[in-house]
């Protein structure tokens, strides 16, 4: 199921993993990302942050929409980042540069295109508890990132406890996503972090639990991470977002780990609706991985 062409060279690996870009409002959730992001760099061999804030010149909403000074508003965006980055300087160290990006348009539309071409190991966002029209906007950027990113994207709480090591890493999967997962990026992370693996299956209560092609992917899987000596679990919820929150927390997981589809939207599991879900109700970090073409 899965070819020489995934593998990568200690020194691929190496260049890879060595930027984050990280995304910023300006608010404390996003600071908080911020700073997970400085606890987790040296096992990543990071080097480098970029702090990434899109602006708007048109403000819409109101009965006379209002169309602000582009330069004014990128100089303000600017200053804020540098406010941002200075908070952010001792926490890094002085092995990580720090350096600030602030583009006009929807985050959106030009965020994947940027990470691709500045060869980013993660996007790294933050998120808070919210509710409302907020948490519905807020969560569908989310999903958008996500939907669109060719690189990891780790969605960080703003309850996450910041220094906390990586121990124990949970692996949600449907088992149907086997097909569509990059060996090289799990093995990427699974790799720095050295944590405690838990594979999840995650099924509806009337899912046929012993399919045939499901004790396929489960070999399959089994081969492929056998050196992290990876313990299986098999949930079954109609609630998936509560059995993946329920097991990680019986098992004290530091993060969990996902992959999103690529074709057609999201899995069954993984889509729109329950990523936002996970983002908004867990307390640990979410690392999505981009799947396979």
Same mark, same amino acid.
């Given at each position: 199921?899965?070819?020489?062409? &995934?593998?990568? /060279?200690?020194?691929?690996?190496?260049?890879? $993993?060595? !930027? =984050?870009?990280?995304?910023? @409002?300006?608010?404390?959730?996003?600071?908080?990302?911020?700073?997970?992001?400085?606890?987790?760099?040296?096992?990543?061999?990071?080097?480098?942050?970029?702090?990434?804030?899109?602006?708007?010149?048109?403000?819409?909403?109101?009965?006379?929409?209002? &169309?602000?000074? /582009?330069?004014?508003?990128?100089?303000?965006? $600017?200053? !804020? =980042?540098?406010?941002?980055? @200075?908070?952010?300087?001792?926490?890094?160290?002085?092995?990580?540069?720090?350096?600030?990006?602030?583009?006009?348009?929807?985050?959106?539309?030009?965020?994947?295109?940027?990470?691709e071409q500045e060869n980013i190991a993660a996007i790294v966002m933050g998120v808070s508890g919210k509710s409302g029209l907020e948490a519905l906007l807020l969560g569908s950027v989310t999903a958008e990132i996500l939907k669109t990113s060719t690189v990891p994207v780790l969605v960080v709480p703003g309850d996450a406890l910041v220094g906390r090591p990586v121990k124990t890493v949970v692996f949600a999967t449907d088992l149907k996503d086997v097909n569509h997962l990059s060996a090289a990026r799990l093995d990427d992370f699974l790799g720095a972090f050295k944590a405690q693996?838990?594979?999840?299956?995650?099924?509806?209560?009337?899912?046929?639990?012993?399919?045939?092609?499901?004790?396929?992917?489960?070999?399959?899987?089994?081969?492929?991470?056998?050196?992290?000596?990876?313990?299986?679990?098999?949930?079954?919820?109609?609630d998936v977002v509560d059995g993946i929150l329920s097991y990680a927390k019986e098992r004290q997981a530091s993060m969990i780990i996902s992959v999103p589809k690529k074709h057609g939207g999201f899995s069954a599991l993984f889509h729109k609706s329950i990523s936002k879900k996970l983002a908004y109700n867990s307390n640990v970090p979410l690392l999505f991985l981009p799947g396979l073409e």
């Open positions: 199921m899965y070819d020489d062409g &995934i593998i990568i /060279s200690a020194i691929s690996l190496k260049r890879i $993993m060595k !930027s =984050l870009l990280i995304l910023t @409002d300006f608010s404390e959730a996003a600071f908080r990302a911020a700073e997970y992001a400085c606890g987790i760099a040296p096992l990543l061999q990071v080097d480098r942050f970029i702090l990434y804030h899109a602006y708007q010149t048109y403000v819409g909403g109101t009965e006379i929409p209002i &169309i602000e000074d /582009s330069h004014e508003v990128y100089l303000a965006s $600017m200053e !804020s =980042l540098g406010l941002q980055h @200075d908070r952010l300087s001792t926490l890094a160290g002085p092995g990580v540069k720090i350096e600030m990006m602030a583009r006009e348009g929807l985050l959106t539309d030009t965020i994947a295109a940027y990470a693996l838990y594979i999840v299956n995650v099924g509806g209560e009337t899912d046929e639990k012993y399919r045939p092609e499901t004790f396929e992917a489960i070999t399959d899987l089994h081969r492929l991470l056998e050196k992290y000596n990876p313990t299986f679990g098999y949930i079954s919820r109609d």
